[in-house]
């Protein structure tokens, strides 16, 4: 109705300035029935920026119309609103709108009639406007429309419907809020209906009515105007349950279509079929037009989408034509899962990483237990290590150093693990040269193991080896070969030392000597053992058999030493 003013307003009516600047626009004549209430909103499209003032006149009065809603003809906001009308209100009444640079005076006829609902004389009077004047089109679905217009401060009722003064009914009628769904229009649909509802003003109750004059059209077919639904097209939209989603039906039809658009869900319209809750609404049918045709805008909103709306589909109808969407539950993001499969995978990583250096010696010592052959290695050499150690001048520390490698070296890593070692002072002919021994055995040896004693105990390293020693091991360092570092005690200050042990020292690290010094109590299987076997040459160890083994050596190994455990300085004092 209101576009149609509209258009009345801005093509047809005829426009004048006054004196007062006031641009002067009428309208259509306005033709309510007596004794019901009566609203009327003055609008008009050029004023819509910025702020406006509107007043309402009567008959050319300087008087404004009374805001007080005590009265029974009052303005409301921007309406003029008579509760009731009476046929003596017939007039000219004016609104003036004024803008900050722009006043229109628009002046509506309203000429009150009587109207008797159930007499069927409604062709006595003069032409009636198209709210009242309505048409069904026969074969389709079509509705009829009340048209109630009041400001917000009325509360409209749910609208009844009457044709020949009887209560509509039957399936064929579904009429929801102000309008009347008619499906599979027949010629008997014409005739006069009547809409009325119950308006609720400032605690008062009034009975507004409105007639309408129902014509059917037999179906007539354009040539090639099926209405076109753009979208949608049959399509899924993925959307998040509980969220909110608008969805737009968009068709192209020919101006003069008569065609009903509109959304169903199981072939009920969404209105009807949630009526109670209105979780999904349809929304008003906009139409922008084109030379050729018109393109129609019909929402459908979900005010929260619900589990049960997936998988279920929504039509959008127009005339003869429908398309549907379909509503699925977004795919599972990708993108997380990726990074948290990354990460999972990096924790794995790095686990593993941390377990395989708490666990190395194990894991490598059990790898040679389990798979190597126990056959001596075939690259040339006759040794596994070269013992290289000092001769300290404290007595003590003298007893320490022979004890543990005359005796506890031998015990352990020959008798136990079948390496073979040469040690200096055990292992070189009678009367042979320091030089030629190092000079020929120390190059068949495949790791070089030297022990150290601290600095602050001794003579210090240096002074305690002969410097042919040290020449030989140097170069031995350099070529590659694995060094062995042992430390009888902790050594705090390694600067003395020769630069290459300072540098494995650094580098790998040295094994601190744990446990005391009597061979009896020598197990391959302590922390210390094991990690001097680590650095060993691969080897099969402890050498079967094992009862053999047990005679000569029972250590308990579970008692060995544990992780970590510091070696007790004591015990070496003691010996
Ligand atoms: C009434 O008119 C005013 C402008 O004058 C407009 O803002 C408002 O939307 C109109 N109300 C209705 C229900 O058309
Ligand atoms: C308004 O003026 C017209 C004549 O211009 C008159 O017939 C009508 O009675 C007046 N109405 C009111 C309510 O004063
Ligand atoms: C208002 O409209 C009625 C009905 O058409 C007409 O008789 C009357 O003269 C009009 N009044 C004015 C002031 O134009
Ligand atoms: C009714 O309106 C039509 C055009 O809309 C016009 O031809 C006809 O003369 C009008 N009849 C009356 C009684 O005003
Ligand atoms: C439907 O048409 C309206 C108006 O032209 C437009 O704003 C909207 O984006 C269209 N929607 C779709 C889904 O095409
Ligand atoms: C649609 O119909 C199916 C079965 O025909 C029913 O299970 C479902 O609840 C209906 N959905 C709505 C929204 O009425
Ligand atoms: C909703 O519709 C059902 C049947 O279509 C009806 O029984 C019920 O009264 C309606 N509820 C409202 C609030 O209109
Ligand atoms: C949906 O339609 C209503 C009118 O019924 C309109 O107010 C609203 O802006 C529309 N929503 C979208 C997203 O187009
Ligand atoms: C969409 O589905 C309806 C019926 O389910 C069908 O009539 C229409 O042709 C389909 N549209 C498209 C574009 O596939």
Redesign the pocket.
């Known amino acids: 109705m209101w576009s149609l003013l509209f258009c009345g307003l801005s093509i047809a009516l005829p426009l004048s300035v006054r004196a007062d600047g006031c641009k002067d626009i009428f309208t259509r004549i306005e033709m309510p029935s007596a004794n019901q209430p009566f609203a009327f909103n003055c609008t008009f499209p050029p004023v819509t920026s910025g702020e406006v003032s509107i007043t309402w006149y009567k008959n050319s009065s300087k008087i404004p119309v009374s805001k007080s809603t005590q009265l029974r003809i009052h303005q409301d906001e921007t309406w003029i609103l008579f509760l009731p009308i009476a046929l003596g209100d017939s007039g000219i009444y004016q609104c003036v709108i004024k803008g900050r640079d722009s006043c229109h005076r628009i002046h509506v006829n309203l000429t009150v009639i009587e109207k008797h609902w159930c007499d069927t004389s409604v062709s006595g009077l003069p032409n009636l406007s198209d709210e009242y004047r309505q048409i069904l089109h026969v074969g389709k679905d079509d509705s009829l429309t009340c048209h109630l217009h009041f400001p917000e401060s009325c509360i409209l009722d749910?609208t009844m419907w009457y044709k020949d003064c009887n209560e509509i009914k039957g399936e064929r009628f579904t009429h929801l809020e102000t309008k009347l769904f008619v499906s599979n229009v027949s010629p008997e649909d014409r005739g006069n209906y009547v809409c009325q509802t119950i308006l609720l003003h400032s605690g008062k109750k009034y009975k507004v009515s409105n007639s309408i004059t129902v014509s059917t059209t037999e179906r007539v077919e354009y040539g090639g105007s099926i209405p076109k639904i753009i979208y949608p097209k049959n399509n899924s939209i993925e959307v998040q349950l509980g969220t909110t989603l608008i969805v737009d039906c968009n068709i192209t039809d020919t101006k003069d279509n008569t065609n009903l658009r509109c959304w169903r869900v199981n072939n009920t319209l969404v209105d009807?079929c949630y009526?109670?809750s209105k979780r999904i609404r349809e929304g008003v049918e906009s139409y922008v037009s084109f030379q050729e045709h018109n393109l129609y805008t019909v929402n459908i909103t979900f005010l929260e989408v619900k589990m049960e709306d997936y998988g279920l589909p929504f039509m959008c109808h127009a005339g003869v034509s429908t398309a549907y969407i379909i509503l699925q539950l977004p795919a599972p993001d990708f993108r997380a899962y990726l990074i948290g499969g990354l990460i999972a995978l990096m924790a794995v990583a790095v686990s593993v990483v941390y377990i395989y250096n708490i666990f190395k010696i194990d894991i490598v010592l059990w790898y040679r237990s389990a798979f190597h052959p126990t056959g001596t290695i075939e690259d040339g050499k006759l040794y596994d290590a070269y013992v290289l150690y000092p001769k300290p001048h404290k007595e003590s520390q003298r007893h320490a150093v022979d004890a543990l490698v005359l005796k506890i070296l031998p015990e352990v890593l020959e008798r136990q693990c079948g390496y073979k070692l040469f040690i200096f002072g055990r292992d070189e002919f009678p009367g042979q040269a320091v030089a030629n021994v190092i000079d020929e055995n120390v190059k068949l040896c495949r790791r070089l193991m030297v022990i150290v004693v601290p600095e602050s105990l001794g003579f210090g390293l240096l002074k305690n080896l002969p410097e042919e020693q040290i020449a030989v091991y140097s170069a031995l360092i350099q070529d590659g070969m694995k060094v062995i570092l042992i430390e009888l005690e902790k050594i705090e200050d390694y600067t003395a030392m020769p630069e290459s042990i300072q540098y494995i020292r650094q580098k790998h690290g040295a094994i601190r000597w744990h446990g005391d010094f009597t061979e009896q109590s020598q197990c391959a299987k302590t922390k210390f053992w094991k990690t001097v076997r680590y650095h060993m040459p691969p080897r099969r160890c402890p050498l079967s058999p094992p009862v053999q083994l047990l005679q000569h050596t029972p250590c308990n190994c579970m008692a060995g030493p544990k992780l970590g455990s510091r070696r007790k300085k004591s015990t070496l004092r003691t010996v």
């Open positions: 749910s009807v009526n109670e």
